[in-house]
């Protein structure tokens, strides 16, 4: 099945440091693929470079994006406009803030649509009870302020894919949700993405949210992907060491009582403070020279499974 998202050679810079360094992926439709890792990481840039939203500071030197085969990073901005919300959309963080407080629900929902008048009105209530919000015609009239956190994300998901996209961005969902809301969300987008056929790139820094929903993850560290594969495999046999420490940290409640939580020793490097090698050497347990010299490339271990590391036999 062709790809319904091909990104390839990805690389992003800021005057002159690349903080986002030969990211490649790629998502099919259906398929829910999670971009992790920690804060500053370079997934929500990613996540942006993606809608061909980039901040001002920031530029492409390299790299392509396909979206249905049409690479994207060449379109004129004009072209881009047409696409958004229709062949991909974006669902942003912290949707109470994303969403203007100044329109009613009904009609920010009704812009990718393309429709107007009472069949955009149709189309909205259609949508809005898809996304489980209850009483639906009578939340079209309603502003975000009269509507909870989790109901804000609703409309938020149900805004990005009225348009009915190919790819559906996802940044950190459920980050601002309560636990049974988050879970609420997550199987939302899980329905939606079997039923439609969107594939979703989900961005987030939370290793449980991408255990419960995700088939596939990349694990970004410092702008690189550090690994790839499929979530079952990663979490069973991480071949990178800060895959591996990642997964350490997570807390199990079987082990309360019996150990310290697990901590990855250090800070992730600013954009300045990059070396020539891997990103991830002066924390790595297993470091030497070469990783400090040299960057691994990314190698495939096992089918599908591919990490950037030059010590993949230390955790096999």
Request: glycine letters at 10%; aromatic letters at 4%; a negative charge.
């Amino acid at each position: 099945m062709a790809a319904a998202l091909e990104v390839s050679g990805l690389t992003l810079a800021i005057g002159g440091v690349n903080v986002v360094d030969g990211v490649a992926f790629s998502v099919a439709p259906g398929e829910v693929m999670a971009l992790v890792g920690e804060s500053g990481c370079g997934k929500s840039i990613t996540a942006l470079a993606l809608m061909q939203l980039l901040p001002g500071p920031v530029r492409r030197t390299a790299g392509r994006i396909l979206l249905e085969g049409e690479d994207v990073t060449s379109l004129p901005e004009r072209r881009m406009r047409q696409l958004r919300g229709r062949r991909i959309s974006m669902i942003f963080q912290e949707p109470q803030a994303a969403l203007d407080p100044l329109s009613p629900v009904g009609a920010q929902v009704s812009e990718a649509s393309g429709l107007a008048g009472g069949e955009a009105r149709e189309a909205v209530h259609r949508m809005l009870t898809e996304v489980g919000i209850a009483d639906p015609l009578r939340r079209i009239d309603q502003y975000p302020f009269e509507l909870s956190g989790g109901m804000c994300q609703r409309v938020m998901i149900a805004s990005a894919l009225i348009g009915r996209p190919a790819v559906l961005v996802a940044d950190e969902p459920t980050t601002a949700l309560d636990v049974t809301i988050q879970a609420q969300i997550l199987d939302l987008l899980r329905r939606l993405a079997a039923e439609r056929g969107t594939a979703i790139v989900l961005i987030t820094h939370d290793m449980g949210v991408v255990a419960d929903i995700a088939e596939r993850v990349a694990v970004m560290y410092a702008g690189r992907i550090a690994e790839i594969g499929s979530t079952t495999a990663v979490f069973a046999r991480p071949r990178h060491p800060y895959t591996a420490l990642l997964l350490a940290a997570i807390p199990r409640l079987a082990d309360v009582p019996k150990s310290r939580l697990a901590v990855i020793e250090g800070s992730v490097p600013q954009p300045a403070e990059y070396g020539p090698g891997c990103r991830f050497a002066g924390r790595c347990p297993f470091a030497d020279a070469h990783c400090a010299a040299e960057p691994p490339p990314l190698r495939e271990t096992e089918e599908g499974h591919s990490v950037a590391c030059w010590h993949t036999e230390r955790l096999a």
